[in-house]
Structure formats: structure tokens, C-alpha cells
């Protein structure tokens, strides 16, 4: 009578254990399904948000300059003929200016700006790209002092005036605190992003190397 008992009770616990193993079994698959969907989702939520924060970083991290130069001692023509269109900005004293310079990072933009003691002479004529950074060079080289390199990225249809560029100071957002009319003397000044899209458009854009310029007609 025990022994037979004993086995009625052991065939139920059998019982009860299958019947509890296949009822977790759904169940627990069921949860882990669950949570590796909701995982994927967020997953799929995070990376697109990450994405475009980092573009926003490196569209933010990109800065634009003008830098000034007397014709006579390093023109636009000199720059676009130098071998690779490549050639150091050297010769800067003023501390503000070399500050600038050393701000700059490689693929930061410059309007390339012709100074000269006549009205007309004082424009933008082109867009640089800095090639390299702020380096210094050996004893008796122009470079000694401090320098960047900047490539010749292309030349405006049009150049833009010292005159124009004031007469905008009313109209174009900060134009009124730019540099090249405030600190006349400063030969490496930073760009307003507005006053750059600005001084662009007047020019007409520029033609890159390697670009044919379309002809109208």
C-alpha cells in the first residue's frame, strides 16, 4: 500500500514538473523575445540620434576665416600657381593674428582678401582651404615665425569690395562687429557664418580646379 503511494506520488510530481516545464518553457522564450525586440527598438531609436548628432559636431567644429595679403608680395595668382595650389601663410606678427592662425584646423575655409593702399585694390578675390596646421619652421626659413598652409579651393566670379562689404553693414547680421570693418589693421580674422554666406553670394560662387565654368546662352 506505501509502495504504491509512493509511486502514485511520484508519477504526480513527474506530472506536475512536465506540465510546469512546458508552461515556463513559451513563457520564458515569450520574455526573451520581448526584451530583445524592445531592445532592438531602442537600439534602432539611439543610432539614427547618434548619427545625427555627430554630424551636427563636425558641421559645428568647421570655421571660416579671412586672411589678408599685399598683392605685390603674395596674390591670388601666386597662390593658384604655386605646385598643388599649396603655399604657407607666413610672415603674421600681430599677436591677435598669429592666434588665429593657430586656431585654424585642416578643411577650415578662408576668404583670401587683396590689401593695398588704393580703395579699389582692397577685395576679396578667392577661397583657401587651410592644407595644414599651425607649424613652426627651422632658423632663417620665412616660416620660422609660424605659419599654416592653405590650398587654392577656386576664384569668385566676381570679386567683392572693401566699399560693398561696409555698405552691408546695416543689412547682413553682424556685419557692423566684423573685423575688417572694426579692427582694420588685422591681417587673420575669424568669419561670421552669415557674413561668409554673404560675401559668397556676392561673388557669384567660385569655380573649383577641375571644374569647367558653364557658359550662359
Not at 504526480?12 to 520564458?28: H, L
Not at 595644414?132 to 609660424?146: L, N, P
Not at 561696409?166 to 572694426?182: N, P, T, Y
Request: aromatic letters at 6%; hydrophobic letters at 40%.
Amino acid at each position: 500500500m506505501a509502495r504504491k503511494a509512493a509511486t502514485t506520488v511520484t508519477a504526480a510530481s513527474k506530472k506536475a514538473a512536465t506540465t510546469a516545464s512546458k508552461k515556463a518553457g513559451p513563457t520564458a522564450a515569450a520574455a526573451s523575445k520581448k526584451a530583445a525586440t524592445a531592445s532592438s527598438k531602442k537600439a534602432a531609436r539611439t543610432a539614427p540620434a547618434a548619427s545625427k548628432k555627430a554630424a551636427s559636431t563636425v558641421t559645428a567644429a568647421s570655421k571660416y576665416w579671412l586672411l589678408k595679403t599685399e598683392p605685390g608680395e603674395w596674390s591670388w595668382s601666386d597662390q593658384a600657381s604655386a605646385p598643388g595650389g599649396v603655399g604657407p601663410w607666413d610672415g603674421v606678427r600681430n599677436h591677435q593674428a598669429m592666434n588665429n592662425l593657430r586656431a585654424m584646423r585642416c578643411g577650415d575655409r578662408c576668404l583670401f582678401y587683396h590689401s593695398g593702399a588704393g580703395a579699389a585694390s582692397r577685395r576679396v578675390v578667392g577661397v583657401v582651404e587651410v592644407a595644414r596646421e599651425w607649424y613652426e619652421g627651422e632658423d632663417g626659413e620665412a616660416t620660422a615665425g609660424g605659419a599654416v598652409d592653405v590650398r587654392a579651393v577656386g576664384e569668385f566670379q566676381k570679386p567683392v569690395g572693401l566699399a560693398e562689404i561696409k555698405k552691408a553693414a546695416g543689412e547682413v547680421e553682424g556685419m557692423k562687429d566684423f573685423a575688417l570693418i572694426r579692427q582694420a589693421r588685422l591681417s587673420v580674422m575669424p568669419v561670421p557664418v552669415k557674413i561668409w554666406d554673404w560675401i559668397c553670394e556676392m561673388g557669384g560662387g567660385f569655380v573649383q580646379d577641375g571644374e569647367v565654368e558653364e557658359e550662359e546662352g
